[in-house]
C-alpha cells in the first residue's frame, strides 16, 4: 500500500494533517472511551489523553497498515491506565470450573436493540466485568493477552467474562420485564 500525502504529512506532525485525523476519528475514539469509562467527563479525560499520544507517538504508525486499528489500541491502552488510576477495578481470582455455557439471550434479541441498549448494560456492571467483557467481547482480545494488560489469570479473565455475561443478561430480562 503506498504512502499517501495525509500519512506521510500526518507522521511528520504537519498540524494540518493531524486536524485531518483528529476530524475523521474523533467520534471512533470517543466511543471506545465511553465504553471503558463511567460516564462522559471520564470519556472526555480518555479521548483527550488518546490524541496526546496518537500525536507524541504518530512517528511509530505504519502507513503500510490500517490507521483504525493503531488507534483503537491506542484508545484502549490510554482507557486501561485511566481505569487503573481512577477507579477501583476489583478483579477476583475464580479457579472454580465455569459452568457449561447457558443459551444466551443474545442470540435471541434483535442485534439493533442490543446495539442501541449494550452501552446502557455496560455501564450497570462493576468496573472489572465491564473492562473484561470490552477488551474480549468487543475488542476481540483473548484471555491471555487479558490476563497480560490486567495482570490477572487467565481464569479470573473467563470467570469475569462469564459474570459479565450473567449480569448483562439479568439486565436484559428485567428491562424486557419491565
Known amino acids: 500500500m503506498p504512502i499517501n500525502k495525509q500519512h506521510r504529512d500526518f507522521i511528520k506532525g504537519d498540524q494540518e494533517a493531524f486536524k485531518e485525523v483528529y ?14 469509562t463511567r460516564c462522559n467527563d471520564d470519556a472526555q479525560d480518555v479521548f483527550q489523553e488518546t490524541f496526546i499520544k496518537v500525536y507524541e507517538k504518530r512517528e511509530s504508525f505504519n502507513p503500510q497498515y490500517p490507521f483504525a486499528p493503531w ?10 491506565l485511566y481505569i487503573r488510576k481512577n477507579y477501583q477495578l476489583i478483579l477476583t481470582d475464580n ?23 449494550l452501552l446502557v448494560f ?34 479470573t479473565s473467563r470467570s469475569q467474562l462469564h459474570k459479565a455475561k450473567k449480569m448483562i443478561t439479568k439486565l436484559v430480562e428485567n428491562y424486557n420485564y419491565e
Open 23 to 36: 476530524k475523521n476519528y474523533k467520534a471512533f475514539v470517543f466511543g471506545i472511551s465511553l465504553r471503558y
Open 71 to 80: 488507534i483503537r489500541q491506542i484508545t484502549v491502552n490510554c482507557a486501561l
Open 95 to 117: 479457579e472454580d470450573r465455569l459452568e457449561s455455557a447457558e443459551e444466551s439471550v443474545f442470540e435471541k434479541e434483535d442485534i439493533s436493540f442490543l446495539k442501541k441498549k
Open 122 to 155: 455496560l455501564n450497570q456492571l462493576p468496573e472489572g466485568y465491564k473492562v473484561v467483557f470490552n477488551l474480549f467481547v468487543i475488542d476481540n482480545l483473548t484471555h491471555k493477552e487479558i490476563a497480560a494488560d490486567l495482570s490477572i489469570s487467565e481464569s
